[in-house]
């Protein structure tokens, strides 16, 4: 279960608010649209995903990549719908994954895309419950990256652990990011033969080249911030960097705005911005008074 302190609480307003949350139903499905998403599926999906929805359709062996396994719960039911119409209309390359999954755009429409999906929910096992498949997240001032990586695949679907890839976090200053051997540990494998953004990763690991992402979280050069000790006080992720497991693509708003220092300066007292010091002390002191830690105060914590 994903724990969020205290000090997060008067993070989410800033983090939400820059975030274009999708739509998600918590309503049940009509029969007939499922009836009717049903016979869509036979008709477009199936040669592919089989007519029980396990990926053995009759042109699946020609595929580099094996169709999806759309009755696999464990990997399904986190997704979310408007990341699986993006998928239907789109095409798999929409989302990053293998572009053996053409666009359906022209053939189907959304509504008949949310028909199709209404119907391999039924078909998930374990069973799909809506509240499973929390909406994306559309980060604010998310910078282009040189590969497409979708935090939503790996760290939401996949369930892949922060610390697999950000492996330095526990024990150093940093969190790290991942080598392109770490990446080709999957990759060597897994779409290597059939999707563009991985074919990137094995043009970095042939050069014996860094895959040069764009960083997005960055404290001022004055600042020490540790990733070490907040780890080990059983701070999630998420604390900091907002829902990253419902991410596309990573982006933040960080540091101070002229919007908060006015409203400080008239006295109004909004809740501090992410990243900044008032918001590192709040947490700090409302972390201290619920769970009885020692988180440090003084100002040599972080400015020596």
């Given at each position: ?80 719908d408007e990341f699986l119409v993006n998928i239907i209309l789109g095409g ?107 074919a990137k990763i094995h043009d970095y690991w042939r050069r014996g080249e ?12 004055f600042t020490y911030f540790p990733h070490k000790p907040h780890v080990r ?72």
């Amino acid at each position: 279960m994903v724990r969020w302190c205290a000090g997060a609480l008067a993070l989410l307003p800033i983090v939400l608010s820059g975030f274009a949350l999708s739509r998600v139903s918590a309503a049940p499905p009509a029969e007939r649209d499922v009836k009717a998403g049903q016979a869509l599926y036979v008709r477009y999906c199936a040669v592919c995903h089989g007519e029980g929805g396990r990926g053995d359709g009759a042109s699946a062996a020609g595929f580099a990549t094996k169709p999806a396994d759309l009755t696999d719960g464990r990997l399904m039911n986190t997704l979310p719908d408007e990341f699986l119409v993006n998928i239907i209309l789109g095409g798999g390359a929409a989302e990053g994954l293998s572009s053996g999954m053409p666009p359906f755009r022209g053939h189907v429409s959304e509504a008949q895309a949310r028909q199709v999906i209404a119907y391999l929910r039924g078909l998930a096992r374990p069973p799909f419950r809506p509240e499973m498949a929390r909406p994306p997240v559309s980060a604010p001032n998310a910078p282009p990256q040189p590969i497409f990586f979708s935090h939503l695949i790996h760290a939401g679907s996949f369930q892949i652990a922060c610390q697999y890839c950000h492996a330095d976090a526990r024990r150093s200053d940093y969190a790290g990011l991942p080598s392109v051997e770490r990446c080709m540990g999957c990759h060597k494998i897994i779409g290597a033969q059939d999707n563009p953004e991985i074919a990137k990763i094995h043009d970095y690991w042939r050069r014996g080249e860094p895959i040069p992402w764009v960083r997005v979280f960055k404290v001022p050069e004055f600042t020490y911030f540790p990733h070490k000790p907040h780890v080990r006080a059983g701070l999630a992720c998420q604390t900091c960097h907002g829902p990253i497991e419902r991410m596309r693509v990573v982006g933040a708003e960080t540091g101070r705005t002229l919007a908060n220092d006015l409203m400080n300066l008239v006295g109004l007292k909004p809740a501090p911005p992410l990243l900044t010091m008032g918001w590192c002390v709040q947490c700090h002191r409302e972390q201290n008074a619920a769970r009885g830690t020692h988180a440090p105060l003084d100002c040599i914590t972080c400015h020596h």
